[in-house]
Nanobody, 129 residues
Framework: EVQLVESGGGLVQAGGSLRLSCATSGLTFDDYAIGWFRQAPGKEREAVSCFRGSDGRSYFADSVKGRATIPTDNVKNTVYLLIHNLKPEDTALYTC??????????????????????WGQGTQVTVSS
């Protein structure tokens, strides 16, 4: 059974950085894509980034492009999301999920992750101005 557990959220001032963790079990990175998503109160879920295990490529939403990276630790089976220069509009519940590798591409940012599953419970990020 595939399970994902997020951690690392918190309260941070604008301009700061956070590293979110998505600890996975029951899967091999090479066979899957891991996506990061966020949802702010009253807004639709937004795809933030994804990592494609089959070739190591990663993709980012325009809203975080240039401010985010998605490193992985294959020993710990963990995918991270690092966001620098945080803005109040980054405030949201951040969640990770898994899909087949083909679902990790620029198309993800128009589909919103409808083909992703095994969603974690999420970790809250709050950015104060």
């Amino acid at each position: 059974e595939v399970q994902l557990v997020e951690s690392g959220g918190g309260l941070v001032q604008a301009g700061g950085s956070l590293r979110l963790s998505c600890a996975t079990s029951g899967l091999t990175f090479d066979d899957y894509a891991i996506g990061w998503f966020r949802q702010a109160p009253g807004k639709e879920r937004e795809a933030v980034s994804c990592f494609r295990g089959s070739d190591g490529r990663s993709y980012f939403a325009d809203s975080v492009k240039g401010r985010a990276t998605i490193p992985t630790d294959n020993v710990k089976n963990t995918v991270y999301l690092l966001i620098h220069n945080l803005k109040p509009e980054d405030t949201a519940l951040y969640t990770c999920a898994v899909a087949v590798p083909a679902q990790c591409s620029d198309v993800l940012f128009t589909t919103g992750g409808t083909d992703f599953n095994s969603w974690g419970q999420g970790t809250q990020v709050t950015v104060s101005s």
